[in-house]
């Protein structure tokens, strides 16, 4: 789920999708402001299935994880390294 398996393509494992978010954080964002930027990103994609919000909420939980976001005042930033 987080790294690509035989069943599971790499544009759909977590840690593809977490650095999708990853890059489209040049600023803070809200939660719903990111999705609606990441959606067309994702979703052009023939041969990949659509990207879900829940697939997308468990990103973000990686990330959070991993510690590469924080959330503040209600707005996701890349924590820099």
Avoid: C
Avoid at 8 to 32: F, N, R
Avoid at 48 to 59: C, D, N, Q
């Amino acid at each position: 789920m987080i790294l690509p398996t035989k069943h599971l393509s790499t544009e759909k494992s977590l840690l593809w999708i977490g650095a999708e978010i990853l890059e489209l954080l040049d600023e803070p964002k809200t939660v719903s402001r990111l999705w609606n930027d990441i959606k067309p990103q994702t979703n052009n994609h023939q041969n990949i299935p659509k990207l879900t919000y829940e697939w997308f909420v468990l990103a973000l939980d990686f990330l959070y994880a991993t510690n590469a976001i924080q959330l503040s005042s209600g707005r996701i930033a890349k924590l820099q390294s």
